[in-house]
């Protein structure tokens, strides 16, 4: 008997790989649903619905989108979480979902690293740091001058969003201390930063750059360590007066934590690859978007780990460890 176990197991695990790599080869046979944790219309889901049009010209198959919004992108990690673990549901989710959702919530109902896998990093999505026209800064340095001088008060999309933790990670790194104003979503708050009713916001680039490009609000800085192809002309805020300063959020694509790795592996080549072309580039660029498309499923699980251990002292900072 142990000699016929000790011929059968390795026998066995050579079959299962054999038959994980056939599965993979012949992925997908049937349709894929990509859940969206937004409702339909927003950055999250233009991308999941881009992506998904490219992987059904690519495979012939349909990858249909859910929009499962609410909870923090939650519910929708939830629902893959639970998903059999086969390739045919994927998540489309954010630096939320995977780095900051452990720190923000008392209790989670997953482990990014452990129920989750990822499958591909899809974009970029970095802030622009913007002020009321009359106020009189013209640069970070400006700005951070000022704060020290008076209280100046900063909008936000609401308690946790990174509108609210890209302001606190700039109040940290500058030394000073502003107003939050929490609001219900990121238009209302730009609405009150051109009629003043606050000082500062940090913005998604997208609904902002008409605005600011009409004079209505000022820019006068940008999260990411490069100038951004959607906004060329506004620097970097680590160059107007905050050295070291860099933050993007950003969009992934993952699936549930045990679904084969050689489907997951061909998922990470084929979306890599769309977000390679040069048509994804100037789409994602007019939504004021960076497209990523690199690195490999292990150098994305790595990436989520330093993600987390980045931003779960600003969270802490910022009073909302376990606030949800």
Do not use: C
């Not at 979902?97 to 129920?115: C, G, Q, R, V, W």
């Not at 900063?154 to 990174?162: D, L």
């Not at 959020?249 to 549930?256: D, H, I, K, Y």
């Amino acid at each position: 008997m142990r000699r016929m176990l000790s011929w059968a197991l390795p026998a066995f695990i050579a079959l299962a790989v054999l038959q994980s790599g056939a599965s993979a080869q012949d992925y997908p046979t049937r349709n894929v649903s990509i859940l969206v944790p937004f409702a339909p219309g927003g950055g999250t889901d233009l991308i999941a619905r881009t992506v998904a049009q490219k992987l059904e010209q690519k495979f012939g198959k349909s990858f249909i989108i859910e929009n499962r919004p609410g909870a923090g992108t939650t519910i929708a990690a939830n629902a893959t979480v639970k998903a059999e673990p086969d390739g045919y549901t994927l998540m489309q989710a954010t630096s939320g979902t995977m780095s900051m959702n452990p720190a923000i919530f008392k209790s989670l109902s997953y482990e990014p690293n452990k129920d989750l896998v990822p499958v591909a990093l899809s974009a970029g999505v970095p802030f622009i740091l913007a002020v009321n026209a009359s106020l009189p800064v013209q640069n970070v340095a400006d700005l951070i001058k000022l704060a020290k001088e008076k209280n100046l008060s900063y909008g936000s999309g609401g308690p946790g969003s990174f509108h609210h933790l890209n302001s606190e990670l700039f109040s940290s790194m500058a030394g000073i201390k502003m107003t939050h104003v929490p609001y219900k979503g990121s238009v209302p708050a730009m609405t009150d930063l051109v009629s003043g009713q606050i000082d500062i916001l940090f913005t998604d680039i997208g609904p902002a750059i008409q605005l600011i490009r009409a004079g209505k609000a000022r820019a006068i800085g940008i999260t990411s360590a490069k100038r951004a192809a959607a906004a060329p002309e506004i620097p970097p805020i680590a160059e107007s007066g905050l050295p070291g300063y860099d933050t993007t959020a950003w969009q992934m694509l993952v699936a549930p934590g045990d679904t084969p790795r050689p489907i997951v592996e061909k998922l990470n080549a084929e979306v890599n690859a769309i977000m390679q072309g040069e048509e994804i580039r100037k789409q994602f660029v007019a939504m004021g978007l960076e497209p990523i498309g690199k690195g490999s499923v292990k150098e994305l699980e790595a990436f989520v780990t330093s993600e987390a251990a980045r931003w779960t002292p600003v969270i802490r900072n910022a009073g909302l460890a376990g606030s949800q």
